[in-house]
């Protein structure tokens, strides 16, 4: 097995059992993260993704439904070559108190097809603006795997496996925090245009004030190309 993909999969395994000796002494929610993505091929390279995601809470030191926001973000990008991408978007965030965010995002993508496997990075940088809040500034690193389950090559009606983990920087007034994401799905493809991915998504952070902010999703992917 590739040596960056065993780094991956030892990353999930240890912030599983950070956050399960965390859940007792910090703040831990719980809830649903459903995500529509539609993705459409462009002539000359070009490619756009208009991704649509709501975050809704269930638990907080008791059960307690609540909504918490609605994410509609637009990217539009170029391929380079083979393996590389370069994209910009925007993004809004409806909160669930009627307030709205804007927020600016450039990325860079370089996969990489092994005869077994998917590897992907992700570099990514944005810049959050806010009527109520100093705008937030936020580099981000995503590394991600897919993993077929039926054989060698992800095909039509078969399954896989996807696990990501990503390192995210954060400043907002001088202040600064690190939050860090991993995620295990599976997925299941319809056809080569329609996949539906199933999973858990465990953020950490707040790592500089005294209590660290767990979080863990249950998410709901579909993803459809035109």
Known sequence: MNSNLKHSLFALLLLAVLSGSIRAQNVNTYGFLPTVNVNAKLPKDWFTNLKIESRQEIYQDDFDYSYLRTDLLFVAGKKLGFSTKLAVGYQVIFENQGG?????????????????????????????????????????????????????????????????????????????????????FVGYVFSPKTKLEIGFDNRVDAFIDDRLRNRFWLGLNIFQSL
């Open 100 to 184: 709205v965010n804007h927020r600016f995002i450039q990325q860079i993508h370089n996969l990489k097809k092994y005869r077994t496997f998917i590897l992907n990075h992700r570099f990514q940088a944005d810049q959050t603006f806010s009527s109520n809040a100093d705008t937030e500034y936020r580099i981000r690193y995503r590394l991600s795997t897919e993993i077929p389950l039926n054989g060698q090559t992800l095909d039509a009606n078969e399954l896989y496996l996807k696990v990501s983990n990503e390192y995210l920087n954060a400043v907002q007034h001088s202040e600064y925090d690190l939050e860090i994401r991993v995620a295990a």
